[in-house]
């Protein structure tokens, strides 16, 4: 990410997280002739114990310079959470990962790492770079997702897949919820690797290849690893209930892995199995 598209990304963010507050939420009066959502940037400044001028600039997306402990204050006055507050470091201080290029165009998994999600029989897992790129998955994931070996490897990135296949967009029952939690990883890493100058580069594609990305990427929250419940209709199956959980594999590639666990009580497992069973006798 070069300098001003950093600047950039810090400004947006910025006024994001400023707008989601509510002055009485701050302990400030809620006062009259509010022409936008949030607090004002002066009522930023104040909760920061800053001047409303450098907040401003800081908020404009001007090089100015910045401390760590002043960042704290304005990190602490927008209520950030911790993954949020490391996403505006990497911004405000250029504080991303110096090794930014990534070694390998199409990182591998060891022959452990694919046992492991070989052995999840019933959770659908998906392991990715940190650009998202899917390098691994077992069979129930072909299952209930796609069968990526039909996908060239440069094409299975997880984010542009969820936008450009009909059949992903079909299988959440709320889509947008779906992708969100995905985008607010995607973030995570975007401010992680401040350098790495294919993220904006993906960010122009996917707003040219789908207009409703920009929107969404927009209102995108900053989590590294959320949790939550996803609802799927099926083609074949319907209706399945998976939590999903997102987990760092320890090491230098720097790779997630998604897991799809069905949830305790619904018949999702069993209409799992079946799912493959069928499949296998076919």
Known sequence: MNQQARLNALSAFLKNQRAKLQPETVGLPQGTRRRTPGLRREEVAQLAGVSSTWYTWLE???????????LDCVASALHLTADERKYLFSLALESGSAASPMQQEHPQISPALQKIVDELHYCPTIISDRRFQIVGWNEAAAHVFLDFTQIPPEERNLISLLFTRKELRRLAVNWEHFIMGFLSIFRAYYGQYVDDEWYEQFLREMENTDPEFLTLWK???????????????HAKAGKML????????????DL?????TPCAGSPTETKLKRLMQRTAEA
């Open 242 to 253: 998976f939590d999903l959980t997102s987990l760092q594999v320890q090491g230098g590639s």
């Open 60 to 70: 404009q997306g001007r090089d100015i310079k910045v401390s760590a402990s002043v």
């Open 256 to 260: 997630r892995c998604s897991i799809y």
């Open 219 to 233: 209102q995108s929250q900053v989590s590294s690893a959320p949790e939550v419940l996803i609802e799927f209709r």
